[in-house]
């Protein structure tokens, strides 16, 4: 059974940080290209960063350089390092495994960035 557990979602001001960690399981993790979504309410979801198989990454142009996407793949985990948060950055925060046909989502975490 393929499982995708994000974890680490939470309030914090302007400015602060937080990690968000993705747990995968009933999958060849190594293989897949992992990611970072997320969608605010009345927006459509949008790619925040990939990391591919081979370790390249990307981001959206709005948290280059705030956001650090990893993978560790012997615990089968993405993080997303978020830094100089901003409320624009609010958002509920989907972990993405992809592989040609295979696109696996988890459940999702809220980040909320707010004074």
């Known amino acids: 059974q393929v499982q995708l557990v994000e974890s680490g979602g939470g309030l914090v001001q302007p400015g602060g940080s937080l990690r968000l960690s993705c747990a995968a399981s009933?999958?060849?993790?190594?293989?897949?290209?992992m990611g970072w979504y997320r969608q605010a309410p009345g927006k459509q979801r949008e790619l925040v960063a990939r990391i591919g198989n081979g370790g390249s990454t990307s981001y959206v142009d709005s948290v280059e350089g705030r956001f650090t996407i990893s993978r560790d793949n012997a615990k089968k985990t993405v993080d997303l390092q978020m830094n100089a948060l901003k409320p624009d950055d609010t958002a509920v925060y989907y972990c993405n495994g992809m592989l040609g046909s295979k696109d696996y989502w988890g459940q999702g975490t809220q980040v909320t960035v707010s004074s």
């Open positions: 009933g999958f060849t993790f190594s293989i897949y290209h």
